[in-house]
């Protein structure tokens, strides 16, 4: 499974986030996936990462061996932005 | 998951305060998010239970039902799961890891 192609997945599991994997090492394998999603709001960090292993599901079965995760909320300087 | 497999993990979780399940052993580490864990507590001087899942099958499948995870490591402080790799190295930037051993 390619980066993109996990960054699609997410994306589509989790409607309005938005994902950017980085690949660290290079290798293809050790990957990280930063996920900023509204709907992370009030949660805590376990069920944030859980909403992400979700959405990847089966892939985590099989494919995906080691995929780092770091979660954030809505951007806030971004709403700021958007109202003004 | 059947009572046998589920008591099994309960009481490796009961038997410390703070538990590992681990790819590898905390002095032999098979996966670099069981190492970056381990070493974590090492370095906090914590006093840990650990298992190697690739060991045991049943318990390496067993422990993603029961924590509703499907990654190793898992890590379990006063018999509740806090978390894998990021989540328990967050925990300790932020100070609250340090808050949860002492409870």
């Known amino acids: 499974m390619t980066p993109q192609e996990i960054q699609q997945k997410i994306e589509q599991e989790l409607p309005g986030s938005k994902v950017e994997i980085l690949d660290p090492r290079k290798d293809g394998v050790h990957l990280k996936a930063i996920v900023t999603y509204k709907e992370f709001s009030g949660k805590s960090l376990l069920e944030q990462h859980r909403m992400v292993y979700n959405a990847l599901k089966e892939e985590l079965k099989q494919e995906v061996h080691a995929l780092a995760l770091e979660t954030k909320e809505e951007e806030k300087i971004e709403e700021l932005r958007k109202e003004q | ?103």
Request: hydrophobic share 35%; proline share 4%.
């Open chain 2, 1 to 103: 998951m059947n009572e046998d497999l589920k008591k099994r993990i309960e009481d490796m979780i009961q038997s410390k305060k703070v538990f590992l399940f681990m790819k590898g052993t905390p002095d032999a580490p098979q996966c670099g998010f069981s190492l970056k864990v381990g070493e974590l507590l090492k370095s906090l001087h914590v006093d840990f239970g650990s298992f190697d899942v690739l060991e045991n099958e049943d318990i390496r499948q067993g422990i993603k039902e029961y924590a509703n995870w499907p990654t190793i490591p898992q890590l379990y402080i006063n018999g509740k799961f806090i978390g894998g790799c990021d989540i328990t190295l967050q925990l300790a930037n932020s100070g609250e890891l340090k808050k949860l051993l002492e409870e």
